[in-house]
């Protein structure tokens, strides 16, 4: 992948189809894909799905031209720069075995970052990150989104490095805290979407947001 991580060199993937299947259960964090409820599907995406479950290729290439740079951007948030692009193909490919089982009971896009989210989930399984367990609390910070408009060369260069800062520090967030931190202030999601996505209550994905946000800012300010 090209220097600054341009998910448009990411090269497309097409992959063999594999068995359909009925989506999984509610809440499932495997690898299995589920369908959870947010709002409702317009018949725009259930048409889509259902021309890829008839063997129309070109309807899945336009699910991957719609999503791929939101797909690639949690994978690089979650996972690390390193190991995006080849996480994204992952998630891709999951995405197109799994589709037929779409059933419209959450918009496709949500449904897809469940998708990304497991798939992130197994890659860091695999690297055998530990997990630090999380107590409830209450409460909601200002978030940290770097945010760069239209720089000259020499702020150009500070929000690069920047930009190396704030992925090294979520890469030192436990994974929950980094998930929902991302989400959030990165992807911009609302708390109920981030609850069903993650697949746990909103008071516990506030908490995470809260506390990812404060280690967040400790090790932002100890880099100051």
């Known amino acids: 992948m090209p220097a600054g991580g341009n998910p448009a060199a990411i090269p497309r993937v097409i992959p063999c189809r594999g068995p359909a299947t009925e989506g999984g259960p509610e809440g499932e964090t495997t690898d299995r894909m589920e369908v959870v409820e947010i709002g409702s599907v317009g018949s725009a995406e259930l048409e889509l799905v259902e021309r890829h479950r008839h063997g129309d290729t070109e309807a899945f290439e336009e699910i991957y031209g719609r999503f791929e740079s939101m797909v690639y951007g949690v994978a690089v948030r979650i996972v690390g720069l390193e190991d995006a692009a080849d996480v994204t193909q992952e998630i891709f490919v999951r995405v197109y075995r799994h589709l037929p089982g779409f059933r419209g009971r959450s918009t496709l896009k949500t449904w897809i970052y469940r998708v990304a989210l497991n798939c992130c989930r197994s890659r860091m399984r695999r690297r055998r990150w530990s997990h630090q367990p999380l107590a409830e609390e209450s409460g909601d910070a200002p978030g940290h989104v770097l945010e760069d408009p239209r720089p000259g060369p020499e702020q150009k260069a500070a929000g690069r490095e920047a930009g190396r800062t704030l992925r090294a520090a979520l890469d030192e967030l436990p994974r929950v805290f ?29 908490s995470r947001i809260a506390r990812g946000r404060e280690r967040l800012r400790r090790r932002l300010e100890d880099e100051s």
């Open 178 to 206: 980094r998930e929902a931190v991302v989400l959030r202030d990165v992807e911009g999601l609302a708390y109920d979407e981030i609850a069903q996505i993650t697949g746990v209550r909103i008071g516990t994905v506030r």
